[in-house]
Antibody, heavy 120, light 107 residues
Framework: QVLLQESGPGLVKPSGTLFLSCAVSGGSISSIDWWSWVRQSPGKGLQWIGEVFHTGATNYNPSLKSRLSMSVDKSKNQFSLMVKSVTAADTAVYYC?????????????WGEGTLVTVSS | DIQMTQSPPSLSASVGDRVTITCRASQTISRYLNWYQQRAGKAPKLLIYAASTLQSGVPSRFSGSGSGTDFSLTISSLQPEDFATYYCQQSSSSPLTFGGGTRVEIK
């Protein structure tokens, strides 16, 4: 059973940088799966942010690409998300997830999500 | 980006009803279509992947079908725990995109 747990500040100031980590347990970050971030604005639908592979390869949503950075820390078995120059529109619940290689890219394991509010 | 359109946006149904939700892609995605269930305040849960493959542990009353651009999720006999919001997602090409969701409510 793979478990994912997000961590990071719940409040970020406008124009600041959002930084979240996702700790993986019950599985290796160096597997052949991709590690994803998905967000959900209050009362809204789901938005795929992007994904990272253990080699450091990434795929980003073009709508956010200029402000995004994702990375993997193999020593800690975790991966991270950084979003620069945040605005109120970045306020959302952020989920980390595993895109299972045996599941045609579907996210088969999810973290519980963490609310990030952008406000001064 | 591939646009995913779900219908209906919401529906009311009773326990025991058969419910079908549809999802249409703006271009062909073969069978790279996934369905998720999200209960209020919880993370999404994978139900179906590759259009019709049931995720391990998901009850058999859930089924998926379709290919190309048109897909559907069917719940054969709605149970109390099935009242939730359902999302389709295409994993054919980046950026992955979700449908707008279908909220299933109690009649």
């Amino acid at each position: 059973q793979v478990l994912l747990q997000e961590s990071g500040p719940g409040l970020v100031k406008p124009s600041g940088t959002l930084f979240l980590s996702c700790a993986v347990s019950g599985g290796s970050i160096s597997s052949i799966d991709w590690w994803s971030w998905v967000r959900q604005s209050p009362g809204k639908g789901l938005q795929w942010i992007g994904e990272v592979f253990h080699t450091g390869a990434t795929n980003y949503n073009p709508s956010l690409k200029s402000r995004l950075s994702m990375s993997v820390d193999k020593s800690k078995n975790q991966f991270s998300l950084m979003v620069k120059s945040v605005t109120a529109a970045d306020t959302a619940v952020y989920y980390c997830a595993r895109a299972g290689s045996s599941h045609e890219g579907a996210a088969d394991y999810w973290g519980e999500g963490t609310l990030v509010t952008v406000s001064s | 980006d591939i646009q995913m359109t779900q219908s209906p946006p919401s529906l009311s149904a009773s326990v025991g009803d058969r419910v079908t939700i549809t999802c249409r892609a703006s271009q062909t995605i073969s069978r790279y279509l996934n369905w998720y269930q999200q209960r209020a305040g919880k993370a999404p849960k994978l139900l179906i992947y590759a259009a019709s493959t049931l995720q391990s542990g998901v009850p058999s009353r859930f089924s998926g079908s379709g290919s190309g651009t048109d897909f559907s999720l069917t719940i054969s006999s709605l149970q109390p725990e099935d009242f939730a919001t359902y999302y389709c997602q295409q994993s054919s090409s980046s950026p992955l995109t979700f449908g707008g969701g279908t909220r299933v409510e109690i009649k």
